[in-house]
């Protein structure tokens, strides 16, 4: 006798089947205790005797597996009936038929290739609202900075300082550590190209023009897509589930002012400063793995640098570099107003900020691209 | 062993405090707490804000460790058993957070199944019909089974708390202020639900509540928690007769006198 179990014996006498339980049963039994009673099968029209006599205790579960196999015998055309239940036992008995209600726990399933085109359909619907949400939050984000330029004392400036802090000056180790390496593989990936030809010291001319112009702002927006967008979605998307907005329009203040503002500044004025620290970082470690492994010493590093690169290379990093800190930062606190009740929300939108940030950054780096191109510079 | 667990009147003690003190940091919660907790009955905790009765609930289950003192359930000392023994034993009471504490993920009807999935191994078919059977047994309305936490009232989703930490059909039932925050027809309505679900079920509650109206319509016997410990136990009478500026600002109010009415 396991745990829960108590004891069920059943005999057939002609048309009269008798099932007896007794001991104590419990939830732990009731999948045992579902297959015994299965496995009852009177012949047609006999009639069936649930005996509980000896049954002490039982639960809810229990009374369950009772009920169902009764409704089973009934539906089968038996006549089924409990006898001799004690008070404490017939009480859950018929609880349990009194709560016998059909309650559907799956959402109904669709077949499959329905289901696809319904799922692609709400996904493309979903993601044409979500653009023109964005569209509309980028206006209002806009629209907020422009009233600030009006009235530049209602910028809050304790918030923007302790944004920049956080996404700026915390982030400068992993944004130094990460170009320094990205430097090193560069150099030693094209170093190892180069010399097929004898162009080694063309390495120079690959590692300042990559690094000023594309790498050095790329890997910084993406490092600070990952960690600030993403905190400012956690930080407001958990302010709307605790209904912190809410709280902060009825006492006028306007969330854009409060929350946004803040932080659109914040990254807008950090971003370009890391991102000069990348390209410091990333020509330091370019540099230095040079001089390691290609000989090619420190000072003749920085002469060659200074013919292969003009002034412009590095302008056009960092001119980027507030475009896509202004992106991020939208994006980021987009994402938080999108949020809605529950814990789960707020980890789904914290992920969808940071996807969009990294690939918005991306689109438009390529647009760039294309129109410096065609400046010529 | 002192646990004894059979009283002199005969009641059967399934909550046994001893002793028990809880500090977080320097401030102390509770010291040398005293706790009896009789098999079948309501015990209504009450106490002013910051009493520590959410406390004294945590440390009960198990959520808290305490820094001095004994607990024991069903006769077993908390603190001493094994891992495996204290899921064992975990399984036999059920906690009704103060919004109902549901996975947000999950829908009602799979929020409830998540304990009958996890320690049981029933067929899903059967695990299905208890699901139904214990959403109708708390009173939600069958189309609430397939919605999310965040699509529900409050006071449905303390309903489907209910649903849930009845899964496993615990002894022990402990409810973390359940008409907190609904109306008082809600709040009626729930105090009928769990008095009818005690009776059938014949559970033991462990209510902690700042409900008048509850304390009246539900609870056997009352326990004061003020001054860091237990500070009387008894029936509404005793209460009512008790000589602390606390019990009776609390229990001669305005509030009370018209709870005692109605």
Excluded at chain 1, 70 to 87: F, Q, T, V
Excluded at chain 1, 158 to 163: K, L, V
Excluded at chain 2, 203 to 210: E, G, P
């Amino acid at each position: 006798m396991s745990a829960g179990t108590g004891t069920i014996e059943s005999a057939t006498d002609g048309d009269r089947a008798r099932v007896r339980l007794g001991g104590r049963w419990d939830i732990r039994g009731a999948g045992g205790l579902d297959r015994a009673l299965a496995a009852v099968a009177p012949p047609s029209n006999a009639s069936v005797v649930l005996d509980l006599a000896a049954l002490e205790t039982l639960d809810t579960a229990v009374a369950w597996v009772l009920h169902r196999h009764l409704k089973r015998l009934r539906r089968a055309g038996h006549a089924a009936e409990i006898a001799d239940a004690r008070p404490g036992p017939a009480r859950l008995l018929d609880l349990v038929a009194a709560n016998d209600r059909p309650i559907d726990c799956h959402s109904p399933r669709q077949s499959s290739l329905i289901a696809v085109v319904a799922h692609v359909g709400r996904a493309s619907f979903e993601t044409c609202g979500a653009a023109r949400r964005l569209l509309g939050f980028l206006g209002l984000t806009t629209l907020t900075m422009a009233g600030t330029l009006i009235r530049p004392w209602r910028i809050r400036w304790t918030a923007t300082i302790s944004h920049m802090e956080r996404a700026g000056l915390d982030a400068l180790p992993i944004v130094g550590l990460m170009s320094f390496l990205i430097g090193v593989v560069l150099a030693y990936q094209g170093a190892d190209q180069l010399r097929r030809f004898g162009a080694e010291i063309f390495v120079v001319n690959l590692i300042g023009i990559s690094i000023l112009r594309e790498i050095g702002i790329l890997i910084t927006a993406i490092i600070i897509a990952g960690r600030s967008g993403s905190a400012f979605t956690a930080a407001i998307g958990s302010m709307v589930v605790r209904e912190e907005v809410d709280a902060m329009r009825t006492l006028a203040l306007d969330p854009m002012e409060v929350l946004v503002l803040p932080r659109v500044v914040a990254l807008v004025l950090t971003l370009p400063l890391l991102a000069f620290v990348s390209d410091v970082m990333g020509l330091l470690g370019g540099g230095l793995l040079a001089w390691i492994a290609l000989d090619i010493a420190p000072d003749q590093f920085i002469q060659r640098l200074g013919d292969a690169v003009s002034m412009w290379s590095f302008w056009i990093g960092i001119i980027k570099a507030p475009v896509f800190a202004f992106l991020i930062a939208m994006i980021g606190c987009y994402e938080g107003f999108e949020v809605r009740g529950s814990a789960e929300s707020v980890g789904r939108h914290t992920t969808k900020a940071v996807v969009e940030a990294i690939f918005l950054v991306i689109v438009v780096d390529a647009a760039f691209s294309i129109l410096f191109a065609r400046l010529h510079i | 062993m002192d646990d004894t667990l059979v009283m002199d009147d005969g009641a059967e003690i399934v909550i046994r405090v001893r002793g028990l003190t809880t500090r977080f940091g320097p401030q102390v919660v509770h010291q040398d707490l005293d706790l009896d907790v009789r098999r079948g009955e309501v015990l209504g905790v009450v106490g002013g804000s910051g009493s520590g009765k959410s406390v004294l609930l945590r440390a009960i289950v198990g959520l808290i460790a305490p820094a001095a003192g004994r607990i024991a359930l069903f006769g077993e000392d908390m603190a001493a058993l094994s891992p495996a023994a204290r899921r064992a034993l975990q399984a036999r009471w059920g906690v009704l957070f103060q919004d109902g504490a549901l996975f947000s993920s999950l829908t009602v009807a799979e929020n409830v199944q998540v304990p009958l999935k996890e320690q049981t191994r029933l067929s899903p078919t059967l695990i299905d019909e208890i699901t139904a059977l214990k959403i109708a047994l708390v009173g939600l309305p069958p189309e609430a089974a397939l919605k999310y936490p965040s699509e529900l009232s409050g006071g449905m989703r303390k309903r489907a708390g209910l649903a849930r930490a009845l899964a496993l059909d615990p002894e022990i039932l402990f409810l973390d202020e359940p008409t907190a925050g609904l109306d008082p027809i809600g709040a009626a309505a729930f105090d009928r639900l769990i008095g009818d679900l005690v009776r059938a079920l014949g559970l033991t509650v462990f209510l902690v509540t700042h409900d008048l109206d509850s304390l009246e319509a539900i609870c056997d016997r009352i326990a004061v928690l003020a001054e860091k410990h237990v500070l009387v136990t008894g029936a509404m009478d005793d209460m009512l007769s008790f000589d602390h500026p606390w019990v009776r600002a609390y229990f001669h109010g305005p509030r009370a006198r018209a709870a005692r009415l109605a």
